[in-house]
């Protein structure tokens, strides 16, 4: 059982080592692996993902039913693309507890109290998560030789 958390400034530590965690960031391997984040950037990222959200972002950790973190998930407006796209991480340590499906089902639950219809993702086609996301109601919009491109109706 997950419980999402509005992270505290005091939090990012986690998004921190998560982010420098090889195995965690293995999704991201095609794109640069893992991601520095100084504690210099966090200030701009939290005025911005917490604080400022606009309801164009939303972000919350995972906790699990000890208090642990064990993941973040996130949705943002694409201007690019010109859609929401969702974001799920589960730190590797707690990998293959079902904590994937239960955070993307977390996730899917708040873009629609939000007043989102339609949640997207882009992952990269060697990723094993694809397979959770077409489990739990996303339907592949297509795919090029480096990223699927999925959907859900919410």
Partial sequence: MLTPYVPKYEDLWFRQTMLADEETMSYNRAWGGTIPWPETEWKDWYDHWIIHHEGKRYYRYLKNQD???????????????????????VYSRYRRRGYGAEALELLCSAAKSNGISVLYDDIAIDNPAIRIFLRHGFAEEYRTREKVFLRKAL
Avoid: N
């Avoid at 208090?67 to 991480?89: F, P």
């Fill in 67 to 89: 208090g642990q973190y064990v993941g973040e998930i996130a949705y943002h407006y694409d201007h690019e693309l010109q859609q929401m796209i969702a974001d799920v991480i």
